[in-house]
């Protein structure tokens, strides 16, 4: 159990998809800058992480053995219907989250992120469930990082940016800074 | 994708400009996506085919570079499969010998023991780390240690790799082996001084030693109790 | 569409003023997680260049049998086999270099830049033009990640390509390897970028260079 644990904190704070791993930056940088729009974008990636983490599995237990150098196109097509069919199920169930997430839900084919995080599945050997903590734990990292991005910026507003910085530069700038902030948790529930 | 066609859309021809007033028929499109598939796939298998030789060959090599490093140049070595508990030199039939833990046991040129070669991977400070150690189970000492793959952090962890005095510290450690931190350091055969600034992917590396022979050590000695 | 751009204009245009790391903010994943050695950078760009190359050279070729409905399905299938290949080469060739490179090689298929070119470009025009863009577009990448990877190998190194620069007493500034590293130095970038683009501007007494229209994959 306390491996479970360690492979949560661990994708979740410690190894930090964002902040760590530099992934899912597309809508780190285009998301982040209101709370509530970070966390639906936060929640949808959850959402498809765990699943595409289960798809993995099933594809890395009972089909790639046979064709190992499919891997990477079958996941790919696995993540692509996976948010087409989020996308179609959301639009059914609520059509109003459906309206708010918008153009996030299809942008999130191509977060690395997804893909990232089936194949570290895939080499560290993880069973289901520690498939399945190794997803939920980078969604958590994923949102904890698109909520402190946008909660700073929502600041940042009111703040005498400098010309030269304004835009994408402070962005960048502010994530090295809790890049740095997050390096503080190495070590978290190692032995 | 559109459910219905129309007769339209001749094979060779290009779609009007204003797409989306054509229907594409859904054959066409599954077809579509059906060959691009089917020649990915040729494609793929192709160069796999190609290159699968020489990455092989490769691997080979650096295992046979690591097992020589760890036991101090063998003239050669035995592959044992871990199957149900006991070592096996040849693996069994109904098993395939790939998906088996391999330890390797070394001989010197005079035909005496040079000591097992054991793998092991765990959990480091930042990620897994994999490594190869010698061990003489006649003696319980450990011969030496290679770290194969690592991704701890560059001038702190990586220490475990490019620290020559750490490295050396495991060549004739007792087992079970102990980390200490230097400055505690009683001098026992079993301790290992920790690499300051880098404990935690120190004991990664002792823990993986440790764990790897409290699993293994009774097939060790079983086997050579076998074998003489 | 009509093509209003020359051939000329096609091929320099992804290299500095549409240059798809810096400018259009595309590729940012293997920018930073990559770059930090000069060697890893090239290799990434080179394999970059391979996938967008050949998968240009595919769409351009066959856009006429890609029915709309399927095309960005078509392109990524395209793509991942080209990235497929490109591990597989890298794997045989240069393994150190694979190895280091790691998860990030696969990473290349959902690089927006590659998707962006075939969806705004390579789809709509002649192959000889989709390859010439093709080629612009990558040496723009290999040129940024070569810059990312030059900063951040010899700050936190010390060394480039390898070859140590400054002598045993430097003590190199690891930050710039780590995580942290890769974002302060494309923020770094960016402002010394900003701050030309602003000093161009004053000096010619014309508008601000607005920001240059940005193509994005759906």
């Given at each position: ?8 904190i ?11 791993y ?25 959402f ?13 237990t ?5 064709a190992?150098?499919?891997?990477l ?9 996976t ?13 109003a989250?459906?309206?708010?997430l ?21 080499n560290r050997?993880?069973?289901f ?15 904890l ?6 909660s ?12 030269i ?18 390096m503080?948790?190495?070590?978290l529930?190692?032995? | 994708?559109s ?16 797409s ?24 793929i ?9 020489r ?8 295992l ?10 063998p003239s ?22 790939g ?29 897994i ?36 005095a750490?490295?050396a ?28 600034g ?22 060790l ?8 | 569409?009509?093509k ?16 798809p ?12 997680a990559v ?11 080179l394999?970059?260049?391979?996938v ?15 029915p709309h ?14 990235v ?6 890298l ?13 990030f090689?696969?990473?290349i298929?959902?690089n ?32 940024a990640?070569?810059l ?10 010390g ?8 002598g ?26 900003n701050?030309w ?6 000096r ?15």
């Amino acid at each position: 159990m306390s491996n479970m644990a360690w492979i949560f904190i661990s994708a979740m704070v410690v190894n930090n998809f964002t902040l760590a791993y530099f992934l899912g930056l597309c809508p780190f940088m285009g998301v982040s800058g209101r709370v509530d729009t970070a966390l639906k974008m936060g929640a949808a990636n959850i959402f498809v992480l765990t699943v595409a983490s289960v798809c993995a599995w099933f594809l890395n237990t009972f089909i790639l053995p046979y064709a190992p150098f499919l891997r990477l196109i079958s996941f790919i097509v696995v993540i692509a219907s996976t948010v087409q069919i989020t996308e179609m199920v959301i639009k059914k169930l609520s059509p109003a989250l459906f309206r708010a997430l918008g153009i996030y839900l299809p942008l999130i084919t191509t977060n690395c992120a997804i893909l990232f995080m089936a194949i570290s599945q895939t080499n560290r050997g993880y069973n289901f469930l520690e498939g399945l903590f190794f997803a939920f734990g980078a969604g958590a990292g994923l949102t904890l990082a698109l909520v402190l991005m946008a909660s700073i910026r929502e600041d940042l507003v009111f703040a005498k940016v400098p010309a030269i910085a304004r835009g994408n530069a402070i962005v960048f700038i502010i994530a090295g800074i809790l890049s740095l902030a997050f390096m503080g948790f190495a070590g978290l529930l190692s032995a | 994708m559109s459910g219905e066609g129309t007769s339209g859309a001749g094979s060779q021809r290009e779609l009007p400009v204003m797409s989306g007033h054509v229907e594409v028929p859904s054959w066409r499109l599954l077809l579509t996506l059906g060959i691009a598939g089917a020649l990915a796939g040729l494609l793929i298998v192709f160069v796999y085919q190609a290159t699968q030789p020489r990455i092989q060959a490769y691997k080979a090599l650096q295992l046979r570079l690591a097992v020589s490093e760890v036991l101090a140049s063998p003239s050669r070595w035995d592959t044992l499969y871990v199957h149900d508990g006991a070592l096996l030199l040849t693996p069994p039939t109904d098993v395939d010998a790939g998906s088996l833990e391999m330890v390797f046991l070394g001989y010197r040129e005079d035909g005496s023991r040079a000591g097992y070669a054991i793998q092991g991977a765990e959990a480091g400070f930042q990620d897994i780390i994999e490594l190869i150690f010698g061990y003489n189970a006649e003696t319980n000492t450990v011969l030496g240690m290679k770290v194969l793959a690592n991704k701890e952090t560059p001038g702190l962890g990586d220490k475990i790799v490019k620290d020559s005095a750490f490295v050396a510290e495991f060549g004739g450690a007792e087992t079970p082996l102990a980390g200490v931190k230097s400055a505690r350091a009683t001098g026992a055969a079993n301790e290992v001084d920790m690499i300051t600034g880098a404990t935690i992917s120190s004991r990664a590396v002792i823990n993986i030693i440790n764990h790897q022979l409290e699993r293994l050590g009774p097939m060790l000695n079983a086997y050579l109790q076998e074998a003489s | 569409m009509p093509k209003q751009t020359t051939p000329g204009q096609d091929l320099t245009r992804g290299i500095w003023r549409e240059n798809p790391v810096l400018i259009q903010m595309l590729g940012l994943c293997p920018a930073l997680a990559v770059t930090n050695t000069v060697v890893n950078s090239l290799a990434m760009g080179l394999a970059t260049f391979f996938v967008l190359f050949c998968s240009s050279l595919l769409v351009a070729t066959f856009k006429k049998f890609i029915p709309h409905e399927v095309r960005i399905t078509t392109y990524i299938l395209i793509i991942a086999t080209f990235v497929t290949i490109a591990d597989m080469l890298l794997e045989a060739i240069v393994p150190e270099v694979h190895k280091a490179l790691g998860a990030f090689i696969a990473l290349i298929v959902v690089n927006c830049m590659i998707l962006g070119r075939q969806e705004a470009f390579s789809s709509k025009n002649t192959v000889p033009r989709a390859l010439l863009d093709a080629t612009g577009t990558g040496i723009g990448f290999i040129i940024a990640l070569f810059l990312m990877g030059g900063i951040r190998e010899v700050l936190g190194y010390g060394s480039f390509l390898g070859f140590p620069l400054f002598g045993g007493n430097y003590e190199p500034w690891i930050i710039f390897i780590l995580p942290p590293g890769g974002f302060l130095t494309i923020g770094f970038i960016l402002l010394a970028l900003n701050w030309w683009e602003r000093r161009k501007a004053e000096r010619s007494k014309s508008d601000l260079p607005g920001a240059v229209a940005v193509e994005r994959a759906a």
